[in-house]
């Protein structure tokens, strides 16, 4: 009795996570709801609610480890380069400024919520009475983005999606989980219990920041910016001349290549260019999945006729 008491607490604050889990799946699906009744596979709609930690947004990162030049050795063994490309708030340069106000539309960046589906059963009911759908499992289907991408989307406690850098990427996210769901299915119909796994979509700006890790008390070197004119391959900020730049080819292919690839690079530093980012919305370290049902009468040639859905519980 008394592990009992002790655990009852933890047990309740689970069940209203889940209501609440639930709850906003019940909401994201019914605005997806024309999307569901057309059929399509990965119903979408926008939730211009969510929020970017824009003090960690999501970013591309690319790890490239070299020995370091001979000029540089005694600053560090082993040079480390990093290729970065980060959404930005903001995508419009400093030196353009004074121009914003000329600008049609001020740029904006989109967060939208898809779900992936899977049937788990189905039934073709031809009689004049109702039936009985079991599914005894439920797999989550799992969209990334391309390698190298770093984005986790969670729903907090409080039903907000915050979308931040990270990795959400794990090989258990996609197997399957004994479940038991039912439905009645309604004579002269079709049923279908499926899975919908919650993904986020975010469509903004992304900038390149490129850095160097060598010395400088393992702190990363930020290695763009404008150039000042006249301008010099191996020109760089101040406070990392301290470095041999000209003398070691790999630090100036690096960095000319990451920062000043097009012309007006030299002049504004790196612009900001359209990107896009996706990933699994997690809850509770897990991938958001539930077990929905719906059923449509054989007879209806109008998909938003006689259509009945509902969201059975968490896939867990």
């Not at 001020?106 to 049937?119: L, N």
């Not at 499992?137 to 190298?148: L, M």
């Not at 999606?161 to 769901?181: I, M, Q």
């Not at 919305?281 to 509902?310: C, H, K, T, Y």
């Amino acid at each position: 009795m008394r592990h009992s008491t002790w655990l009852a607490p933890a047990m309740m604050g689970v069940a209203v996570a889940e209501y609440h889990a639930v709850k906003w799946t019940k909401m994201v699906t019914s605005k997806m709801m024309d999307n569901i009744k057309e059929g399509l596979l990965f119903p979408t709609t926008e939730l211009p609610e969510a929020t970017v930690n824009w003090a960690s947004p999501p970013m591309m990162q690319e790890y490239i480890p070299e020995d370091t030049c001979l000029d540089n050795i005694g600053s560090c063994r082993q040079v480390q380069f990093f290729r970065r490309e980060e959404f930005v708030n903001d995508p419009v340069p400093a030196a353009f400024e004074p121009l914003r106000s000329l600008l049609n539309n001020e740029p904006s960046h989109k967060v939208s919520v898809f779900a992936t589906r899977k049937v788990e059963s189905y039934k073709r009911n031809e009689d004049d009475s109702p039936s009985v759908l079991r599914a005894s499992k439920s797999q989550p289907v799992i969209h990334y983005s391309a390698p190298n991408w770093h984005m986790v989307a969670n729903l907090d406690q409080g039903n907000n999606l915050r979308l931040s850098n990270g990795t959400a990427r794990d090989a258990s996210f996609g197997k399957a989980v004994e479940v038991r769901r039912h439905m009645k299915c309604p004579p002269k119909s079709v049923c279908y219990i499926e899975t919908f796994t919650f993904h986020a979509s975010l469509k903004g700006f992304c900038r390149k920041r490129p850095t160097v890790l060598c010395g400088n008390d393992d702190r990363e070197i930020n290695v763009c910016k404008a150039l000042d004119m006249p301008s010099h391959r191996n020109q760089l900020e101040r406070g990392i001349n301290y470095h041999n730049w000209s003398s070691c080819e790999q630090f100036d292919k690096f960095i000319w290549e990451s920062c000043y690839s097009e012309p007006i690079n030299k002049c504004i530093g790196p612009l900001a260019k359209e990107c896009q980012v996706l990933g699994p919305i997690l809850w509770r370290n897990r991938p958001l999945s539930v077990s929905v049902a719906w059923s449509q009468e054989l007879e209806s040639g109008d998909p938003s006729m006689n259509f009945n859905f509902e969201v059975l519980g968490l896939s867990y």
